[in-house]
């Protein structure tokens, strides 16, 4: 949690992606966090095109270009107004990334492997 300049209380908010921030719900309630000021970011266990080359090199495989790996995100995190504020754990959980980055709060469709390793920390993460 954090104070803006205004001196009010807001969250950092971290979304997973698909079949979380994909649902038009969630894509309306990052909207309005956002437009309230929370820091909002996406945190995906999507890989990165750095890490996504390095595994087409290491099988022999043509990647893709990089405007068409994960343009899905990329387009709604620009649609949001945070496309720098994209995480990939490449294939990961997501409790270390939730901790390190100080995340106040993750809504996540994937209770066992996200959620409830968040919780038993003593974190907050939304099985939605």
């Known amino acids: 949690?954090?104070?803006?300049?205004?001196?009010?209380?807001?969250?950092?908010?971290?979304?997973?992606?698909?079949?979380?921030?994909?649902?038009?719900?969630?894509?309306?309630?990052?909207?309005?966090?956002?437009?309230?000021?929370?820091?909002?970011?996406?945190?995906?266990?999507?890989?990165?095109?750095?890490t996504y080359l390095e595994n087409c090199q290491r099988f022999h495989l043509p990647p893709q270009p990089e405007n068409e790996r994960n343009a899905d995100l990329k387009e709604l995190a620009k649609s949001l107004g945070i496309s720098d504020k994209v995480i990939y754990t490449?294939?990961?959980?997501?409790?270390?990334?939730?901790?390190?980055?100080g995340f106040d709060l993750l809504f996540d469709d994937d209770d066992e492997w996200h959620c409830n390793p968040i919780c038993k920390k003593g974190g907050l993460a939304v099985v939605i």
């Open 1 to 50: 949690m954090f104070q803006n300049e205004d001196k009010n209380y807001r969250l950092k908010i971290a979304f997973d992606f698909d079949d979380t921030l994909t649902d038009p719900l969630f894509e309306e309630l990052a909207k309005r966090f956002i437009s309230k000021g929370h820091d909002v970011w996406i945190v995906t266990v999507r890989t990165s095109y750095e």
């Open 90 to 101: 490449n294939s990961e959980t997501k409790d270390k990334v939730f901790f390190e980055q």
